[in-house]
């Protein structure tokens, strides 16, 4: 059974492969800062971890990775975005397992801010900034909730409260993400001191209704010099969409101990397939090397398929990290024997211009009774 699960789920990778992004959505979506995974473990993968992902990071990724949180997870991370362009993103996370032995499932809360520091504002009057200065806000707020089902098989969903604009202009909407996790062995009469060791993964994120700016910004005063007729005219602003996304990974443990005794040391290999409504897909390959789950190192390559959009990867314009070779480690240090632990993390991912994207996190995991 499980062997017909695991192919019904590779053809629909192999499916979902044959597609290359929508040419003619390009461009169109809004709020694509919900792409952006501020957590340091996901972006050291690459965000090719969709099938591994756990706790507090499940958030960006695949919800559903949030059931295996047991007792409480806090994690802070901090990214600096394009570093050199004095922005970066303040992001907190809360897990918390519900019922004994984590049975009633496990509940998430989350918020992401940006910073942008203080912008002059300049008119054609008066270039120079000598204007008081502004700043625009972009804050994510979101709970969710995720489950095991059995052993083998987790699934969650998140709402995201979605804010931003300036002063006088703002839009607010939600969106939702909703992913499954699948864990088997490939040989499970193999005696293993871990058996699970293939895993599947798959996410759809950004799914929600449309939002419109709106605010007294859109609006300017018209004044008749030769009738004298003061009147106050609007503009109507177009909606745009969420830049909805779907993941499917997989991932594979490899254990690198000679005997059957330890299980010491660990390799596993990720790979996943973004396929984007409002861009061309990714491909992404990764790989982590864990020794004693307490030292963690990462690497990851991602191939954006840029031509089926008729541009370049290498177009300057293009921002986002999907491309090159990001890479992470993680200092994870036991704080009791009941397997409470804390855990640095670090992550760069590759931008083609500025200095790429530098994120540090630390986690606290604290073991339930």
Sequence with gaps: MNKKITLGLIGALSFYSLFAGNPDRAGGAGAT???????????????????????????????????????????????????????????????????????????????????????????????DGTL????????????????????????????????????DVRATGVGFD?????????????????????????????????LTYTGPGLSFRALNSTTGADRRALFDADKFNLP????????????????????????????????NAFQSNILGLGAEYAFKEMFMVRAAYNIQNSNSLGHDQNNPNNLTPDYGIWAGATLQVPVSKGGTAFALDYSYAPTRIFNGFHTLGIRLNIAGN
């Excluded at 995201?160 to 002063?167: A, D, F, M, N, P």
């Excluded at 909703?178 to 864990?183: E, P, T």
């Excluded at 193999?190 to 449309?210: C, M, T, V």
């Design 33 to 127: 800062q919900l792409n952006i995974n501020p957590f340091a473990r996901g972006t050291g993968f690459g965000n090719s971890n969709t099938s591994l992902v756990k706790g507090v990071e499940s958030f960006y990724l695949n919800i559903g990775g949030l059931a295996y949180t047991t007792g409480t997870e806090v994690a802070f991370s901090r990214m600096t975005f394009l570093a050199g362009s004095g922005v970066s993103i303040n992001n907190l996370g809360l897990a918390q397992s519900l019922g004994e032995d984590g049975s009633g499932g496990v509940l998430g809360l989350g918020m992401t801010s940006w910073d942008f520091g203080s912008i002059p504002i300049t008119t054609v009057d008066q270039p």
């Design 132 to 167: 008081p200065s502004y700043s625009p806000q972009i804050m994510n707020f979101n709970a969710s909730y995720a489950k095991k089902f059995s052993n083998s098989i987790t699934g969650g969903f998140l709402i995201r409260l979605v804010s931003e604009g300036v002063s």
């Design 178 to 210: 909703f992913g499954v996790q699948y864990q088997t062995s490939f040989s499970p009469k193999k005696k293993k001191i871990k058996k699970e060791d293939f895993h599947l993964g798959i996410s759809a994120r950004n799914i929600g209704p449309d």
């Design 244 to 275: 909805a996304l779907v993941n499917i990974g997989l991932a594979y443990d490899m254990r690198l101990d000679k005997g059957e005794e330890t299980y010491f040391h660990r390799l596993s290999a990720t790979g996943n397939f973004q396929y």
